[in-house]
Nanobody
Framework: VQLQASGGGLVQPGGSLRLSCAIS????????IGWFRQAPGKQRERVSC????????YYADSVKGRFAISRDNAKNTVYLQMSSLKPEDTAVYYC????????????????WGQGTLVTVSS
């Protein structure tokens, strides 16, 4: 199983980025896929995920209304569209997969990608 996150970079406040998570070795439709981030000196947090049972999405309060998660089952890829970016969104972003439809914690995600750095700065 491999998860490959990409799409990070440097963006000005208020700008947008789209992250991609290309997945191989597991069926996208049978796993919960989450996006997480970890800023320097802070714990890793889940920002969004898409459920495997009904495709519903979860967003952390800090990104609600600004981020949107989507999946392309044909390409086995999950995206995170990030808009109205703020300096506090600066972090390494990771995608991860869980066999449970609605995992509640980071430790329920079995597979992790390598991370992509997002820097929001003027």
């Amino acid at each position: 199983v491999q998860l490959q996150a990409s799409g990070g970079g440097l963006v000005q406040p208020g700008g947008s980025l789209r992250l991609s998570c290309a997945i191989s070795g597991l069926a996208l439709g049978k796993n919960n896929i989450g996006w997480f981030r970890q800023a320097p000196g802070k714990q890793r947090e889940r920002v969004s995920c898409t459920s495997s049972d009904d495709g519903s999405a979860y967003y952390a309060d800090s990104v609600k209304g600004r981020f949107a998660i989507s999946r392309d089952n044909a390409k086995n890829t999950v995206y995170l569209q990030m808009s109205s970016l703020k300096p506090e969104d600066t972090a390494v972003y990771y995608c991860a997969a869980a066999a449970r439809a609605r995992p509640t914690g980071l430790n329920e995600y079995e597979y992790w990608g390598q991370g992509t750095l997002v820097t929001v700065s003027s």
